[in-house]
């Protein structure tokens, strides 16, 4: 129930944080465990209770590594989705929550953000985490082009 408690807490802030006019949410988390269910159950619930429409994507990543010696460990990481579940119309939301645990690799979240961004369209994407990595904002922001990355907004449960 803690996990619940703490993601709503988060949803409360996400609704101050969310500007008005934006009313149609997507929050997208890959599988993590209770500790991210029990959060995304608790976020949604909030977003749900401050009149926001939501919709969930639930998706499911398998990190592999490809054996090519001339790729850096980095290069050599990759995260394809093996399962992706949706609930709620995804398309064209305003905003993209994307909900991680600790952000420290940006492989499954690049992956994940890449899949959906055409579809949900969003104008802003909140990276919502229990904390990051001291690089990985960073990093996640390089792997894009600025159109895209110029969108990320950073919220972790410290902040």
């Given at each position: 129930?803690?996990?619940?408690?703490?993601?709503?807490?988060?949803?409360?802030?996400?609704?101050?944080?969310?500007?008005?006019?934006?009313?149609?949410?997507?929050?997208?988390?890959?599988?993590?465990?209770?500790?991210i269910?029990g959060?995304?159950k608790?976020?949604?619930?909030?977003?749900?209770?401050?009149?926001?429409?939501?919709?969930?994507v639930?998706?499911?990543?398998e990190?592999q590594?490809?054996?090519?010696?001339?790729?850096?460990?980095?290069?050599?990481?990759?995260?394809?989705?093996?399962?992706?579940?949706?609930d709620?119309?995804?398309e064209?939301?305003?905003v993209?929550?994307?909900?991680?645990?600790?952000?420290?690799?940006?492989?499954?979240l690049?992956?994940?953000?890449t899949?959906?961004?055409?579809?949900?369209?969003?104008?802003?994407?909140?990276?919502?985490?229990?904390?990051?990595?001291p690089n990985?904002?960073?990093?996640?922001?390089?792997?894009?082009?600025?159109?895209i990355s110029?969108?990320?907004?950073?919220?972790?449960?410290?902040t």
């Open positions: 129930m803690e996990q619940h408690t703490e993601g709503y807490e988060l949803g409360k802030r996400m609704l101050t944080a969310i500007p008005k006019e934006l009313t149609k949410v997507c929050v997208a988390f890959a599988t993590g465990g209770f500790l269910d959060h995304v608790g976020l949604v619930a909030a977003l749900k209770e401050g009149g926001l429409v939501v919709s969930v639930h998706i499911w990543n990190i590594t490809l054996p090519y010696a001339s790729l850096t460990p980095k290069e050599a990481c990759i995260a394809p989705i093996t399962r992706i579940l949706e709620g119309t995804i064209n939301s305003d993209l929550i994307m909900v991680s645990g600790y952000l420290d690799d940006v492989t499954a690049k992956t994940n953000i899949r959906l961004f055409p579809t949900v369209n969003p104008s802003i994407i909140y990276i919502a985490a229990q904390d990051f990595a990985a904002q960073k990093e996640l922001e390089a792997e894009f082009p600025q159109r110029e969108k990320f907004a950073y919220i972790s449960e410290g």
